[in-house]
């Protein structure tokens, strides 16, 4: 069954940067649109960055582009997020899904722990 391991989250300054990862088995990312949401404490879950399957497409939510940037190692069949110039808004939690690209929802209903970014002002 899919499965889907967060971490590199943390507590950070404003202005700082994290490097997230995303362990999946059960699954082949190559395969599949991967990509990160993340919720904030009373917000509905949100889209943040999509990395196509054949890896040489990415986009990303308006209010993080030219600050954070996607990847993949399919040797690790591991997706990460680098996240720079953190903002207190950037708050939350975030999980890898894949991605219906398009509407930019998630593909699987399976949904991971997630992991804990904290940015402080």
């Known amino acids: 069954q899919v499965q889907l391991v967060e971490s590199g989250g943390g507590l950070v300054q404003a202005g700082g940067s994290l490097r997230l990862s995303c362990a999946a088995s059960?699954?082949?990312?190559?395969?599949?649109?991967m990509g990160w949401f993340r919720q904030a404490p009373g917000k509905e879950r949100e889209f943040v960055a999509v990395?196509?399957?054949?890896?040489?497409?990415?986009y990303y939510v308006d209010s993080v582009k030219g600050r954070f940037a996607i990847s993949r190692d399919l040797a690790k069949n591991t997706v990460y997020l680098q996240m720079n110039s953190l903002k207190p808004e950037d708050t939350a939690v975030y999980y890898c899904?894949?991605?219906?690209?398009?509407?930019?929802?998630?593909?699987?209903?399976?949904w991971g722990q997630g992991t804990q970014v904290t940015v402080s002002s």
């Open positions: 990395i196509g399957s054949l890896g040489g497409y990415k």
């Open positions: 899904n894949g991605v219906l690209l398009g509407n930019y929802i998630p593909l699987f209903s399976y």
């Open positions: 059960g699954l082949t990312i190559s395969n599949y649109a």
